[in-house]
């Protein structure tokens, strides 16, 4: 319901840092009240490569906003992330893999072709372990090489 989109932000984990849900807040609010609108009353995003992209709600428009403006911040002294982040996630996810905090990384995931460069390296993103063995090892699926 739209009730609970608006209120999803606020009920995330508190682990990534409720200072950069209050950043995200005040940065929105600092795009103005009312965005421009076209001639079907839908909010229009002003940035020349969005151009013909519109949004029924306003929450969805200050979502897409969020890509253009990167509102979720590292904090981490000398950090080289300085661009942020789109959402609270991305954060999080870079504060637990550059930085080991909230816990750390999560366990490593390996590629199981024994000869591969990267085999003892690891991935800590299971989407990122797939796309590789896709890409290096041309496989669409590990299942016949781990089994077969």
Not at 80 to 98: A, S
Request: with cysteine; net charge positive.
């Amino acid at each position: 319901s739209p009730a609970s989109h608006h209120t999803s932000r606020s009920t995330d984990s508190p682990q990534f840092g409720d200072n950069n849900e209050s950043l995200r807040k005040n940065h929105s609010s600092k795009r103005g009240k009312e965005p421009s609108r076209n001639g079907d009353n839908k909010i229009m995003c002003k940035h020349q490569e969005c151009q013909g992209i519109s949004f029924d709600r306003k929450c969805d428009w200050n979502k897409h906003m969020d890509k253009h403006d990167r509102p979720y911040k590292c904090n981490a002294k000398g950090c080289e992330k300085v661009q942020g982040f789109t959402y609270r996630g991305g954060l999080g996810r870079h504060e637990r893999e550059v930085h080991k905090m909230h816990g750390g990384t999560k366990k490593s995931l390996f590629c199981p072709f024994a000869d591969c460069k990267r085999s003892g390296a690891g991935f800590t993103r299971k989407e990122n372990l797939t796309e590789h063995i896709r890409r290096v090892h041309r496989r669409t699926s590990m299942s016949a090489d781990l089994h077969g």
